[in-house]
């Protein structure tokens, strides 16, 4: 990736860091359904407005609807919903770094979906490091309740890696659109995601007997919406269109950042040790995935040496 990409991905991650924060202050007072339908529901319009019939809007969302109507529901619907159930028991800051092994998972769907993206030692190795992580960060919150902690529930813990999971095949399943102007994919996905969760979140919640949340959550929500989601996805497909699943993928990198400062700035939380432990090893996994650092990266053979040469 050149620097302008980076600086794109590093824009994105802080976006998407801010994303958790914005959610942890929102569901306290918005169920999670509900939640992700006006995210969705909000960020879909806003860019319909913004794009207003340009780059043949209307006949690629058509023509490409079945498409859309998956990327909606791996990359919105399945794992905002899981997110947001997980951030009724845990913090910002605990579930960025959960969701930071997408790429671990990215890689493994990849190479089992994909013919130019296939897995390596060094990705491998990268995975199991990475994995590694997240089992010290679920491992802690598997045992407190059975020691009589106050930890998290094991079930809040694991949804924010599940979506990692969903976000994974999303970025997989994505590479298809890399012909289609990113403000166009992110509308297509967005109203996609809206139709699934409208009769969603009408059974669940029933949202129209819910009393109007306060001020401080309607920010949120709007922030979640239209800076998180519209403007997020416009800047992920134009990655993905120049870099590709694996390596936009690393933007959950710099996700944890943002979202542990906000919330330990703003919400009063905490990273404990086991914390910084699991998320060094989930960081250090995706360096490895990287393969930018000398150390890890893959040396050209005697041969392609000798034709240099």
Same mark, same amino acid.
């Given at each position: ?7 794109? $991905? ?30 969705? !529901?909000?960020? +879909?319009? +806003? ?52 969701? !930071? ?40 919150? !598997? ?53 699934? %969760?409208?009769?969603?979140?009408? %059974? ?18 709007? !922030?979640?919406?239209? $800076?998180?989601? +519209? ?39 905490? $990273? ?6 699991? %998320? ?30």
């Amino acid at each position: 990736m050149n620097a302008r990409t980076w600086s794109l $991905l590093a824009l994105l991650g802080m976006i998407w860091g801010g994303s958790f924060f914005f959610a942890r202050v929102a569901v306290v007072h918005v169920p999670p359904a509900t939640l992700v339908l006006l995210r969705v !529901a909000i960020a +879909a319009l +806003a860019l319909h407005v913004y794009v207003a019939g340009r780059f043949d809007l209307y006949s690629t969302l058509w023509a490409r609807r079945r498409e859309f109507l998956v990327l909606g529901l791996i990359n919105n619907a399945v794992p905002h919903m899981l997110i947001f159930l997980g951030q009724t028991e845990i913090g910002a800051g605990l579930a960025s770094i959960l969701n !930071a092994t997408t790429p671990i998972f990215t890689v493994l769907i990849a190479n089992r979906l994909t013919e130019d993206e296939k897995l390596s030692t060094r990705k491998l190795a990268g995975c199991l490091v990475g994995l590694a992580g997240t089992a010290v960060l679920i491992g802690p919150s !598997a045992l407190a309740p059975l020691a009589g902690g106050d930890g998290p529930p094991l079930w809040a813990v694991i949804l924010p890696v599940l979506a990692a999971a969903s976000y994974g095949a999303a970025a997989t399943y994505g590479k298809r659109f890399r012909t289609v102007a990113p403000p166009v994919t992110a509308a297509g996905q967005l109203t996609a995601s809206t139709l699934l %969760m409208l009769p969603v979140a009408c %059974m669940i919640d029933t949202p129209w007997l819910l009393p109007a949340p306060p001020l401080p959550a309607v920010l949120a929500v709007l !922030a979640l919406a239209l $800076l998180s989601t +519209a403007y997020g996805y416009i800047l992920f497909f134009r990655i993905m269109a120049e870099a590709g699943a694996t390596n936009t993928s690393l933007v959950t990198l710099l996700v944890p950042p943002s979202a542990i400062l906000a919330g330990m700035v703003f919400l009063g939380e905490k $990273l404990t040790t086991l914390g910084i432990a699991g %998320m060094a090893l989930v960081l250090a996994g995706l360096v490895v995935l990287d393969g930018r650092l000398p150390l890890f990266r893959r040396r050209p053979s005697r041969a392609r040496r000798g034709e240099k040469a």
